[in-house]
């Protein structure tokens, strides 16, 4: 896809001593140094045909004439060889050239925290303008960026979307909130170039039905003006549709009813050529990792690129997904599973569950600074917390799995909408959802791991605006602080020596027995 420069050059001789007068006046202009004219003029090049030349007879090129460059597209024919040292001397030329590239890449990529690994990585994006000038993308896209106010690529962007383009297999790990949806969603439409009624090309994977909704409307934003069949895969959808007569370029969906769809319902995913895990870790986790197992077996397009995105990647998630992926790029942005440095941190000890209530409402009275995200450990607790506050001039609701999905959506839209202040949720709005303006996240209950932690509070602090997080803990959570400590302290916020120097702990989720919120009742049901 990438035009490189030195693709109008490559493999042709230029006959100096032919064309000595025009080289002559070209040498003069060597103090324009820009790299490309140093090419140029070191080049050694011949004109070939690029296309039969014409019947009639071509003037001859005189010394008068100005030079265009050296453009493959005349029709004049040379004949002549590079000896040994010109070919030497083009070689080296070559070399010099693409290590200067590389070093501008190594000192660009230092500068916006990009870390890669693997081979032939393109350079990384300066502008969105390059998708022009580099991948000839149709101004659609630009147009729709500068539509939605989005001016420069962010770091993932800068690199995932040239990895993408050269056909790579990628795994993507930035932190929350720094536009990896963009990263996978622009490099898709432009690979695909126009719809097409051939089957379903490129599939996006997403844990949640809230983020496939998120996402589905993101593409439709950024496809705005080409006519793409997008098409999100809705329970309708899934149990309804006739999937060999639907014309469907991009499908996003959930594990679960993809995978119902392939296996019940016939769905061919053998033309797909672009396959997207996002928050990859969690759909490698179990329960997820079956279906989406399924689904990248039925994606047999040995052409097909995969790509994984998250702002967490634990190392046992990369080995798993390795085994999928081909000479896949890595590309992490800052450090690997950092909370994002926007969102300013604070650790609250409320000694026990009685102990939050009070602290919930004192950390209202003291910073009350909406909208509010509050994560609880389960739905049976949002509820009950729910019962406690919607009578509280505090416009609170409530969302959680046992809700209708037009609740869920509801719950959503109105917080969006800024018609709700607080909203009380649990984990299953913990990924991904981008909610514009959230100024605080308060985690009520302590996360079940330092993923879930930087999920939850990744919800503010987005598109490089700040944000806070409050974390309350109990005596029953202490001996975890450390494991979250780190994402904590990596990210810029205070952290208390006695936490810092404690053990951390191997642990795989923390769920503990939690006490009702109010009485002292039985052991609480789990989401
Ligand atoms: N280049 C950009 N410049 C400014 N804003 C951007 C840019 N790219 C994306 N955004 C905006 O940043 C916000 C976050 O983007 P997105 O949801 O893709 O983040 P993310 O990295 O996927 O976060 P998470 O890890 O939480 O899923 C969105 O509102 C999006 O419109």
Redesign the pocket.
């Known amino acids: 896809m990438e035009k490189d420069p030195s693709f109008l050059f490559s493999g042709i001789t230029f006959n100096r001593k032919r064309f000595s007068n025009d080289f002559a006046r070209f040498k003069e202009k060597k103090e324009s140094n820009d790299p490309e004219e140093t090419l140029l003029e070191n080049k050694t090049v011949e004109v070939e045909p690029a296309a039969k030349p014409s019947k009639k007879r071509k003037r001859k090129r005189t010394a008068s004439d100005p030079v265009e460059g050296f453009s493959v597209f005349n029709s004049s024919k040379t004949e002549s060889v590079l000896d040994n040292s010109e070919e030497t001397e083009l070689a080296s030329q070559r070399k010099k050239e693409f290590n200067r590239q590389m070093e501008r890449d190594a000192i660009f990529r230092k500068q916006h925290n990009i870390h890669t690994s693997g081979t032939n990585i393109p350079s990384p994006l300066h502008d969105f303008s390059e998708l022009r000038s580099r991948y000839e993308c149709k101004p659609y896209i630009l147009r729709n960026l500068a539509e ?7 770091p ?2 800068m690199q995932a979307i040239p990895i993408l383009l050269s056909g790579r297999d990628v795994f993507a790990c ?10 996978f969603v622009c490099p898709m439409l432009m690979k695909l170039k126009r719809a097409s009624k051939d089957g379903v090309r490129a599939v996006i994977l997403c844990p949640t039905r809230e ?1 496939a909704s ?1 996402t589905y409307r ?1 593409c439709k934003k950024l496809a705005k003006g080409k006519k793409f069949y997008i098409k999100l895969m809705t329970k309708q959808l899934s149990n309804t549709a006739e999937f060999a007569k639907l014309s469907c370029d991009v499908l996003i969906s959930t594990p679960l009813r993809l995978k119902s769809s392939v296996t019940k319902r016939k769905l061919d995913l053998s033309r797909v050529e672009y396959l997207v895990l ?2 990859s870790d969690k759909l490698f986790e179990l329960g997820l990792l079956e279906p989406v197992d399924a689904i990248v077996k039925a994606c047999t397009n040995p052409s097909i690129i995969r790509s994984l ?3 967490t990647l634990p190392d046992t998630v990369e080995e798993l997904a390795r085994t999928i992926m081909h000479d896949a790029v890595r590309v992490i942005i800052g450090r690997k599973n950092s909370a994002s440095e926007t969102v300013k941190q604070k650790l609250v000890y409320v000694g026990s569950e009685e102990g939050k209530l009070m602290a919930l409402r004192q950390t209202f009275e003291e910073s009350w600074n909406p909208p509010v995200l509050l994560f609880v450990q389960n739905k049976a607790r949002a509820k009950d917390l729910y019962n406690e506050l919607k009578f509280e001039d505090i416009r609170v609701d409530v969302i959680h799995s046992d809700l209708q999905q037009s609740e869920r959506e509801n719950a959503i839209d109105n917080f969006r909408a800024g018609k709700t202040w607080v909203l009380i949720a649990t984990d299953v709005i913990a ?4 909610f ?1 303006g959230v100024n605080c996240v308060i985690n009520y209950d302590f996360p079940d791991s330092s993923s879930a932690y930087i ?1 939850r509070i ?2 503010s602090g ?3 605006r700040s944000g806070e997080a409050v974390t309350f803990y109990t005596d029953a959570d202490v001996r975890y602080l450390k494991n979250i400590a780190n994402a904590i302290k990596n990210a810029g916020s205070e952290v208390p020596e006695w936490i810092l120097s404690m053990p951390k702990l191997k642990w795989r989720k923390h769920r503990p027995k939690r006490e009702s919120l109010f009485a002292k009742q039985g052991d609480e049901e789990e989401e």
């Open positions: 939605l106010n989005i001016k420069k690529p962010t993932i962007q930035a932190p929350t909130g720094s536009g990896k949806t963009l990263a983020l998120q993101e996002d928050e995105f998250s702002a990924r991904g959802m981008d514009k999920h990744g919800r987005r598109a490089g």
